[in-house]
């Protein structure tokens, strides 16, 4: 969660732990405090337009 709402980004781990949205417009989080998951995503549906 980050500021209350859900959120679904590539977990990165390393000298920094990173969460990177896979949509080059969003700026990759690096998280400075505590770090709670709530699940792994597993794989997705998406509807693309016609």
Request: no cysteine; net charge positive.
């Amino acid at each position: 969660m980050i500021d209350d709402g859900f959120t679904s980004k590539q977990l990165i781990l390393g000298e920094n732990i990173i969460l990177r949205a896979q949509n080059e417009n969003y700026t990759d989080i690096v998280v400075k405090g505590s770090l709670e998951l709530f699940g792994v995503m597993a794989s997705s549906i998406r509807r693309f337009k016609r």
